[in-house]
């Protein structure tokens, strides 16, 4: 009689560690993803370190070398998305339909923008020579940067700082 007991209590703890599990998984399946690439619209070309966003949430994602890009998280229903990166226009992508645990799949391909953006402002650091710490603040335009940063490379985003970082034009606002 006892042995009956204990095998029935083994029986209902794996029973409620699988319900458990169950429902844990369908605790998870409760969202998708929406996943894509965003491209160049004249080339072709991926395009690396465009942001994707989910229009009204704060959900997004920046695609990697290959234009790639997940959004993951996103709760069933429909969005609009938008892509953005500098030196091109943005883009909407509407009606994106997201589903519990399946994957929504969004294209989308970038139009080059045709204005120059504002003035940046750069400063520089330097290290400690002969009794001296050098470091400076100014602001450049975009007609001088441009000359003086020609063959160079140069990328947007922000500041870069430290040995060996790239010129880095910050990101207009």
Same mark, same amino acid.
């Given at each position: 009689?006892? +042995?009956?007991?204990?095998?029935? $209590? ?20 409760? &969202? %998708? ?6 491209? @160049?619209?004249? &080339?072709? /070309? ?20 290959? $234009? ?7 709760? #069933? ?10 030196? +091109?226009?943005?883009?909407?992508? *509407?009606?994106?339909?997201? !589903?519990? =645990?399946? #994957?929504? &799949?969004? /294209? *989308? ?5 045709? %204005?120059?953006?504002?003035? =940046?402002?750069?400063? $520089?650091? =330097?290290? +400690? ?6 470091? @400076? ?17 140069? !990328?947007?985003? $922000?500041?870069?700082? =430290?040995?060996? @970082? /790239?010129?880095?034009?910050? @990101?207009?606002?």
């Amino acid at each position: 009689m006892l +042995y009956s007991w204990v095998q029935a $209590g083994r029986r209902g703890v794996v029973l409620g560690l699988l319900a458990l599990a169950f429902a844990a998984s369908s605790a998870f399946a409760q &969202t %998708g993803r929406i996943e894509g690439t965003v491209r @160049s619209a004249t &080339t072709g /070309d991926a395009l690396a370190n465009a942001q994707v966003s989910v229009v009204g949430r704060r959900l997004s994602a920046t695609t990697d070398a290959r $234009g790639f890009y997940r959004v993951s998280d996103v709760p #069933p229903g429909t969005y609009t998305l938008r892509a953005a990166l500098v030196g +091109y226009s943005p883009v909407s992508v *509407t009606n994106v339909a997201v !589903s519990a =645990g399946l #994957p929504a &799949t969004a /294209d *989308t391909r970038v139009s080059a923008a045709g %204005g120059l953006l504002e003035e =940046g402002v750069v400063t $520089g650091t =330097g290290s +400690y020579v002969g009794g001296l710490i050098g470091s @400076s603040y100014g602001t450049v335009s975009n007609s001088y940067w441009d000359a003086q940063t020609s063959g160079i490379a140069t !990328s947007a985003g $922000g500041i870069g700082s =430290g040995t060996g @970082s /790239d010129l880095k034009r910050p @990101s207009a606002s």
